[in-house]
């Protein structure tokens, strides 16, 4: 055995032996129970950073320690390839982006299983290659022929440097995050699924997730955003048709003194005089060049333009002037909003700003209201005023009232709406899936036939830098014959969304090699759902909320039986350095490359699972690092110096030992309930490292000299190696060995704790007078209440409390207390 530890050539040897032996990989079984394990799979960028180490080191631990406790685990990984990045680096480079992605997929995955992580390599995917995504495009077929993919015309975030449409976390300060040219926005032809159809099912089954963060649920239901009013018509002055609004306040509706519209509702131009045309057409210029997510910030400045025209509060009958307001947009409900500018603050502050009237309907109690005094909207609950027959009425029992008079005028209708949008899945760029339809003159949209797919992303193009996707330019991608008719038509250019291919990963996980469709049934069925999913908070809406619409679409469509894609939820918490989260900008980067290098995989892993609970920011500490990397060195020592003494010893004889060795083993046999208890209830990794840290001085400090010595130093040095193992796997794989074990530690099955052996021989009792700690007793563990009565009045720290008083009464818990009553 090597005197000093070197991580290296340790982990290089385990590693080789893993994949040598296939160690990791699994399929079905059915006379095991399955455990689905998955890390968010990665973006190709070039490297792994220590964010990527913690999150898949906890991964690891899970996995591993579920495998040793005879599950039958999943714990796949891949490569979230497509994207804008892999373009840019193609210009910046005059590369390609396939040989930009690929080269980095190689040497990320170099870089993780130098970590040493027990992943199934040969389920490993990448969402460019044509054998996935060519069965993404599939799925796209299905969900147009059943309505749930479709085309409509949207405003978009638009650059026109890059004539593509950005997403809202690419628009910076109003600037494209590529180019820096201003944002507008545009009007275009957009592909779109109808997430909107599983609003309702969403939204309820965040109810049945108990193994989610409550935060993150809270950020699901507020994305969808339910939400119960009416829909109310104000009929337009001097013509017909009527102004749709949709309001959760119909309670207020008396108060309802202008209108408000999004500059890009259709009414916008219809109802514009051409006295206020010049000004209209202006202020909507301005808007388009303003990011849609800040339109609506509490501290964004409220700005508006009079259309010109008016409409009629239904049950007022006051004329209300039409105005288009920055703040509105077409997203959420009608796009057009009553303002009631005395119990909303937006439409409080745009009044203000525009001298338009204010009209109090709800009075605190106890309060008069004056609209000319206010200084900020009333939007609490309180009693109606100037609302006509419903005076007098509670604001919450006025809301049904009123909801009830519209359906009976007919002036409008109960409804319920929700926050959440189809989701827009249209990118003009190429390094994406193709969207597999043809565009005829004669047969209009038409879906490229299944016997056709894949829609192959072609490899000949120019990466210009100039603005637009490269596939639009492209003579060889566009022209095609039309499937139905045979006439020269045009290919779709656009790409879609990379969060599509993110939203089924994990089941393709689960039939990676499958080659007659999309998912191979039977297989997906046994694996799914995922059992435990880990990855970032700032996934919580966006990436979760389309991998469960994705799910109970493909469950629709027959190919899988689970409603949940993720059956429990970890959410790790960022690593900081210097009070602020690793990056480039900030120079505060550790590079895992530099750190296994120098301590090796087992002490980076360690010390990311050490130094915080998983669900917290982990604080960067060089000196934690060094004193991982210490206790490793102690763990390796204590084994060299204690081996020769365990060596041919069989089971512990239980009854031949000597106090010492009862104590030490009791110490072993507790530090395993605790690990345990630890790892499969709380995932409270730091806390289980901590407690075989204490097992290692217990081991370091034990002095044994009866023959039972070298059974119970075995028994030790064993479990406390096996404990170690999810945690650092390449050291405690050869310690393992180095004890005299020929199976592979991988192949191990988990330590169990005796029950008999974790029972204290000793136990300390508290004795209190009148409720006060005054003394304390340590007696043997099971002994009886008369024992410690007598003990505990014959104590003679007890004694001053006992003279010239009366005891009246002696209350006794056994193994813990005695509480002595006096008078």
């Not at 201003?182 to 009007?187: F, N, S, Y």
């Not at 365990?646 to 004889?653: L, M, N, P, Y």
Request: contains cysteine.
């Amino acid at each position: 055995m090597d005197q000093k530890y070197t991580p290296r050539n340790v982990e290089q040897k385990w590693q080789q032996q893993w994949e040598k032996d296939s160690t990791f990989k699994v399929t079905e079984d059915d006379t095991k129970q399955k455990y689905y394990l998955l890390e968010m799979f990665p973006y190709p960028s070039g490297k792994i950073h220590m964010g990527h180490v913690r999150n898949y080191s906890i991964g690891d631990v899970i996995g591993r320690f579920k495998r040793m406790r005879g599950l039958n685990v999943l714990h796949p990984m891949g490569w979230d390839a497509f994207g804008m990045p892999a373009e840019n680096a193609a210009i910046q480079n005059k590369s390609h982006p396939a040989k930009w992605t690929y080269e980095n997929i190689d040497y990320m995955r170099g870089q993780l299983k130098k970590l040493g992580l027990s992943y199934d390599w040969g389920r490993e995917l990448a969402t460019c290659d044509v054998e996935y995504y060519r069965w993404e495009q599939k799925i796209f077929l299905e969900m147009f022929s059943k309505g749930l993919a479709y085309k409509k015309t949207s405003f978009v975030n638009w650059c026109p440097n890059c004539e593509t449409v950005l997403a809202n976390e690419q628009v910076e300060d109003g600037a494209c995050w590529r180019c820096d040219n201003e944002v507008k926005q545009k009007e275009l032809d957009q592909w779109f699924f109808r997430i909107t159809d599983y609003a309702e099912e969403l939204l309820e089954c965040t109810n049945a997730l108990a193994g989610w963060p409550e935060r993150v649920l809270v950020m699901q239901r507020n994305w969808i955003g339910k939400s119960f009013g009416c829909e109310i018509d104000f009929p337009l002055e001097g013509r017909s048709g009527a102004v749709k609004v949709f309001t959760t306040r119909q309670d207020t509706v008396f108060g309802a003194t202008f209108m408000s519209l999004a500059p890009e509702h259709p009414f916008a131009a219809e109802l514009t005089t051409p006295d206020r045309k010049l000004e209209v057409d202006s202020f909507i210029d301005k808007v388009k060049k303003t990011d849609r997510i800040r339109r609506t910030a509490e501290d964004f400045e409220k700005e508006g333009v009079f259309t010109g025209s008016y409409c009629i509060n239904p049950l007022t009958r006051q004329r209300m002037p039409i105005y288009l307001a920055n703040f509105v947009l077409m997203d959420y409900g009608t796009g057009a909003v009553m303002a009631v500018p005395t119990h909303d603050q937006r439409d409080f502050e745009f009044a203000v700003k525009y001298s338009l009237p204010l009209q109090v309907v709800i009075q605190p109690h106890g309060v008069s209201l004056n609209a000319e005094s206010m200084t900020a909207a009333f939007t609490e609950p309180g009693i109606l005023v100037n609302s006509g027959q419903f005076d007098g009425m509670s604001s919450d029992g006025a809301k049904e009232a009123i909801a009830d008079f519209l359906e009976q005028q007919s002036m409008g209708k109960k409804t319920v709406n929700f926050r959440l949008r189809d989701w827009g899945i249209s990118r003009q760029r190429y390094w994406g899936n193709p969207i597999p339809v043809i565009y005829c003159d004669v047969c209009g949209v038409v879906p490229v036939p299944e016997e056709d797919l894949p829609v192959q992303l072609p490899m000949d193009v120019a990466f210009t830098g100039e603005g637009g996707s490269p596939l639009a330019k492209l003579d060889s991608f566009i022209n095609v014959p039309c499937p139905h008719c045979g006439i020269p038509a045009r290919r779709e250019t656009d790409t879609m969304d990379t969060f599509v291919q993110s939203s089924w990963y994990f089941l393709r996980y689960c039939c990676p090699d499958f080659k007659e469709g999309p998912l191979d049934s039977s297989r997906v069925n046994y694996w799914m759902s995922v059992d435990q999913y880990i990855g970032g908070i700032e996934h919580a809406v966006l990436h979760l909320l389309y991998a469960r619409f994705f799910t109970k679409v493909l469950r629709d469509l027959g190919y899988v039986t689970c409603d949940e894609p993720f059956t429990n939820l970890l959410t790790q918490g960022m690593v900081i350095k210097d009070g602020a989260k690793m990056s480039k900008s900030k120079g505060n980067v550790v590079d895992p490359n530099a750190l296994i290098e120098r301590y090796g995989a087992d002490t980076a892993r360690l010390f990311s699972l050490f130094a915080a609970p998983p669900e917290k920011d982990l604080d960067w500490s060089d000196q934690g690092v060094d004193g991982s990397f210490r206790f490793l060195n102690r763990v390796w020592r204590l084994i060299q110096d204690k081996v020769e003494m365990t060596k041919g010893c069989g089971a512990v004889d239980t009854t031949a030992l000597t106090a010492e060795e009862r104590t030490l083993r009791r110490a072993v046999h507790k530090t395993i309930r605790k690990v345990t208890e630890d790892i499969e209830e709380r995932f409270h990794f730091n806390t289980a490292i901590s407690a075989v840290m204490e097992l290692l001085n217990t081991l370091q400090n034990a002095d044994l000299s009866s023959p039972q010595r070298g059974p119970v130093m075995k028994e030790a040095l064993e479990s406390m190696v096996l404990l170690l193992s999810p945690f650092v796997p390449h050291i405690t794989e050869e310690l393992w060995q180095i004890l005299g074990h020929s199976i592979p530690l991988s192949s191990s099955s988990w330590p169990l704790y005796d029950g008999e052996a974790i029972i204290d021989e000793e136990v300390l009792v508290v004795v209190q007078v009148n409720g006060k700690l005054r003394s304390k007793l340590t007696v043997a563990s099971g002994t009886d209440e008369e024992t410690l009565k007598s003990r505990a009045l014959a104590d003679e720290k007890i004694l001053p409390y006992l003279e010239g008083v009366q005891v009246r009464k002696v209350i006794c818990v056994p193994g813990k207390l005695v509480n002595i009553v006096v008078g």
